[in-house]
């Protein structure tokens, strides 16, 4: 079943890819428990986030509360392209923000002389991602958004509160019309539970 979540935001909220490196601090605690906290929202600068685990996320910029980050990648070929695509993303109490990154590897062989020479290009973009399909058992939710972040309904916030523990299908939709699938792993659901359930409530630093 297809439920429709139409929305969009009065305020283009970008992902920042070259500024505020977000720092985990292993040591650090939060006031509710033993949580991680990450200084920053920042999706795509920093490879060691403590990703599929519940954090406080102290931001500078957005304030702070509870959340969980996600990193799933893969790779295809088409022709001559090596394509590998990289889909992170931070799931709080109030919204979804996602990040897709899509490098392109093109090899070509040019002969030169007798031996064939192999030329490559690497081209890395991120989407623009404006709709996000989440498949929870048998419904889907659709989002709409801007700057690649979503709002998070009270509906929505209960299926990834109860949703099984086990890999979770999403679709991202560019702003070009570009269909990217990846999925959330088992350990980002179970963040889920804490993420938006009830005990699930932002701390200030």
Known sequence: MLRPLTFCLSTVLGISLGSLP????????????????????ALGTNPDLPWSETVQINDPFEGS????????????????????VEVQSLWTQDFIRVLSIVR??????????????????????????TQLFIKIED??????????TFFVEDDLAMALQNAPDAIISIRLVSESGETIDSE??????????????????????
């Open 65 to 84: 509360f509870v959340g969980v980050f996600d990193r799933h990648s893969f790779s295809d070929r088409i022709l001559n392209t090596d394509v590998h």
């Open 104 to 129: 392109d590897r093109d090899c070509l062989s040019q002969p030169s002389g007798v031996i064939p020479a192999r030329s490559c290009s690497e081209f890395s973009n991120a989407r623009n991602i």
């Open 139 to 148: 419904d889907v939710f659709q989002l709409a958004g801007q700057g690649s």
């Open 22 to 41: 977000a720092i985990a601090s292993p040591d650090a605690e939060d006031a509710a428990g033993d949580m991680m906290i990450v200084e920053s929202v």
């Open 184 to 205: 959330i792993g088992t350990g980002t659901v179970t963040a889920w539970e804490s993420v938006y359930g009830l005990a699930a409530i932002a701390e200030a630093p």
